[in-house]
């Protein structure tokens, strides 16, 4: 992967060492708010960041760097008072022909702390360009971005990669347990410019079980199966005590049953009729047990009109379910896993 680093002041440059876009800043603000900003308003969302980031950092131009740039114009910036980039010379500039939350939003992503909203904008690339991007970088490099998306998204990237590739990602992501900030802001800068371009929530400080977990909660069973099986054979300590943080589907019929109860009413009845599609007989009987008559016949009829469906659908109808699961438990209205002995519910 490229090493990327964030734009310096380039005002004491020669002429001969600018690059496109740095010339372009200098003529941006030499033009000035009014002037600059009608040529700004012409570009299109990556260069409008590219050339903003830069005008943000350029610093004091001087006098002669202006003259090779913009020799036309040299009679009216000869003091070198407006040729001064900063970060308010290109907020200004932006103002100028953008509404405010546009202009705070690209500010944000330039002045912000490095790689704020990287991850979280990740999330609208699709799976497949991501995976591959990432078949094209290091086992360590692709640990590393799966590491800080969202775990729905991680895992469909996962299940892109050919079974060669997931193995050693997963291996590798089994050992982040410290990387670099340095590392992490490289490869933030890279994504941004090299991917993001044209196109948001990371997993922050969890440690590695945790993040893979999260993965494999919402991974496919068929990839699952042989990185248990393979890396399982190399790794059988770790692969278990990831397991043990796991939470799915088939886990949500030993909760409590007033907890139950309450995530099925907060999900769709298309939805949690899909989701039992593969259960056995006695689980999808625990479902509609803990239901009023009313809804529990709703449910059951909703779940027999049901033909023959993909096994993707099912999943994803899981993962809804699963993602609701863990809203409710977060915001304390039901309980998924008791941690030990002592936290168990006594009637």
Known sequence: MASLVPPKPFGTLPFEALTGVQKAATILLVLGDER??????????????????V?????????SLVSAVCKDFLGKFD?????????????????QFLPPDRVEAIMAEIVGPSGRTTWEKLTNVNPETLANY????????????LSRLRSDHAARILEAFPRAKVLEVVTCMMTLDSV??????EVEEVLRNELMANFTKGQGGASPDDILAEIFNRTNRDTLSYIFSDIGMTNPEEIERIK??????????QIDDGDLATLLRAVDGATLALSLKDQKEEARE?????????????????????????ARDVQEAQAAVLEK???????????????????????
């Open 36 to 53: 600059g900003a009608q040529v700004m308003s012409k570009l299109d969302e990556s260069e409008l960041t590219q050339v903003t980031r």
């Open 55 to 63: 005008m943000a950092s350029a610093g004091r131009l001087q006098p």
């Open 79 to 95: 003091g070198g008072d407006v040729s001064v980039g900063s970060v308010s010379s290109a907020q200004r500039m932006l103002l």
């Open 134 to 145: 990432l078949m094209n970088e290091n086992s360590e490099t692709a640990a590393l971005v």
């Open 180 to 185: 670099p900030a340095d590392a992490i802001q």
């Open 244 to 253: 043990a943080k796991m939470f799915t589907f088939e886990d949500l019929a």
């Open 286 to 310: 625990r479902f509609f047990g803990v239901l009023p008559q009313r809804s529990a016949t709703m449910l059951r009829d909703e779940f027999s009109l049901l033909g023959k469906v993909r």
């Open 325 to 347: 699961a863990k809203e409710l438990e977060a915001a304390g209205e039901i309980r998924l896993k008791t941690e030990s002995e002592d936290d168990r519910l006594i009637d």
